[in-house]
């Protein structure tokens, strides 16, 4: 099994320097946005692991994750974000 560090997303994101992110609703009426911008990879420590896993999925479900995910290759992606869209059909 890969480690994040060595996983297809990171590597072409390394190769890249930058990354985009779309989120959506694809319920009517359709929203979305729409973000890029150049990316540091960064190495995990374990007390941001789990603030991160906490801030996601609270206080119990947070330590239970960490704890059932070993440490090892886990990185965290940053962005500064450059160019937005953003579209929400509802105000057209």
């Not at 989120?23 to 540091?40: F, K, L, N, S």
Request: proline fraction near 5%; charge should be negative; include cysteine.
């Amino acid at each position: 099994m890969k480690n994040a560090r060595s996983s297809s997303n990171a590597t072409a994101i390394r190769a890249s320097g930058r990354f985009s992110l779309c989120a959506q609703d694809e319920r009517p009426p359709y929203r979305y946005v729409t973000v890029e911008g150049p990316v540091t990879i960064e190495e995990v420590g374990q007390d941001e692991r789990l603030e991160l896993a906490r801030r996601y999925l609270g206080l119990e479900g947070g330590d239970a994750y960490v704890a059932a995910n070993p440490v090892g290759g886990q990185v965290v992606f940053r962005m500064t974000p450059e160019h937005w869209s953003a579209v929400d059909f509802s105000k057209a």
